[in-house]
T-cell receptor, first 116, second 114 residues
Framework: DTGVSQDPRHKITKRGQNVTFRCDPI?????LYWYRQTLGQGPEFLTY????????KSRLLSDRFSAERPKGSFSTLEIQRTEQGDSAMYLC??????????????FGPGTRLTVL | GESVGLHLPTLSVQEGDNSIINCAYS??????FIWYKQESGKGPQFIID?????DKRQGQRVTVLLNKTVKHLSLQIAATQPGDSAVYFC?????????????FGRGTSLIVHP
């Protein structure tokens, strides 16, 4: 257990429905990241926050995806009008910010989304 | 031996053998290179990292080698144990704004036979 938790662990939904995932990072970590991972591939970066500010978004993040971190603690990732291609594992990670070095990211267990 | 499976390259070793997992990266401007281990049903777990100004770094039972000339990274695991069975990802981190965002490679599945 890394200290990063995600909820739910599994979500099955029908195409066209909206889904929301939650991530609780390690409490003292000010950076929070979202990734998507499909079978056999490495995680792909989606977006990250420093405190409550969303600092970067990947081109992978379509308009149907939105992420928030309202109080700089937990974060939510919402997917609107889900498509079958959204089926993947959604991973959250947290770290302490540094502008001079890489700081280890601690990953949660992920939320596996299946869109029928 | 090493083979390319349907989904992931796979490395099968006997318990106690040394394992070498290889990775090619693409961005010569990357500052850090990282190895992650991912067990089934879990998120990736950090193993070791190396900065671009180094060519070797050792941890507990693991060694990472970096060859910037040919953009190659390797992870050596000494005395491999069944608990080392997992998918291993290398990641490179080009600096983006004020953060290092890892770009992950495809992954190699390590299977350790008792």
């Amino acid at each position: 257990d890394t200290g990063v938790s995600q909820d739910p662990r599994h979500k099955i939904t029908k195409r066209g429905q909206n889904v929301t995932f939650r991530c609780d990072p390690i409490s003292e970590h000010n950076r929070l990241y979202w990734y998507r991972q499909t079978l056999g591939q490495g995680p792909e970066f989606l977006t990250y926050f420093q405190n409550e500010a969303q600092l970067e978004k990947s081109r992978l993040l379509s308009d149907r995806f939105s992420a928030e971190r309202p109080k700089g603690s937990f974060s939510t990732l919402e997917i609107q009008r889900t498509e079958q291609g959204d089926s993947a594992m959604y991973l959250c990670a947290s770290s302490l910010a540094s502008v001079i070095s890489y700081n280890e990211q601690f990953f949660g267990p992920g939320t596996r989304l299946t869109v029928l | 031996g090493e083979s390319v499976g349907l989904h992931l390259p796979t490395l099968s070793v006997q318990e106690g053998d040394n394992s070498i997992i290889n990775c090619a990266y693409s961005n010569s401007a990357s500052d850090y290179f990282i190895w992650y281990k991912q067990e089934s049903g879990k998120g990736p777990q950090f193993i070791i990292d190396i900065r671009s100004n180094m060519d070797k770094r050792q941890g507990q039972r693991v060694t990472v080698l970096l060859n910037k000339t040919v953009k190659h990274l390797s992870l050596q695991i000494a005395a491999t144990q069944p608990g080392d069975s997992a998918v291993y990802f290398c990641a490179e981190t080009p600096r983006s704004g004020g953060s290092y965002i890892p770009t992950f490679g495809r992954g190699t599945s390590l299977i350790v036979h008792p």
